[in-house]
Nanobody
């Protein structure tokens, strides 16, 4: 599975941004998907994960209630809708694929995509 996240950019604090991630490969629907982020000088951190069918999701406490992960298996796409953005959400965002939702949450990633930069200004 090859992954490419896009849709990053500049946004004011309190604003919204949607990040799509396109996946190639016929086995996309057999992978749990996740979003991670890495801010300058910090380690990569888990943001959100979604199970195979999209019915199960899991979020980091820092984004719970503000971010929503979703997927469209027919289009091989996974999305991260980010609302009420804060300066501390600024980072390079990566989409990723793993064998199960639990594996993704625990950083058990099989495939990483290239990241997209999100900058939140106050």
């Amino acid at each position: 599975v090859q992954l490419q996240a896009f849709g990053g950019g500049f946004v004011q604090a309190g604003g919204s941004l949607s990040l799509p991630c396109a996946a190639s490969g016929r086995t996309f629907e057999y992978y749990a998907m996740g979003w991670f982020r890495q801010a300058p000088g910090k380690e990569r951190e888990f943001v959100a994960a979604i199970g195979f069918g999209g019915g199960t999701t899991y979020y980091a406490d820092s984004v719970k209630g503000r971010f929503t992960i979703s997927r469209d298996n027919a289009k091989n796409m996974v999305y991260l809708q980010m609302n009420s953005l804060k300066r501390e959400d600024s980072a390079v965002y990566y989409c990723a694929a793993g064998s199960t939702l639990g594996a993704v949450v625990r950083y058990g990633i099989d495939y990483w995509g290239k990241g997209t930069l999100v900058t939140v200004s106050s």
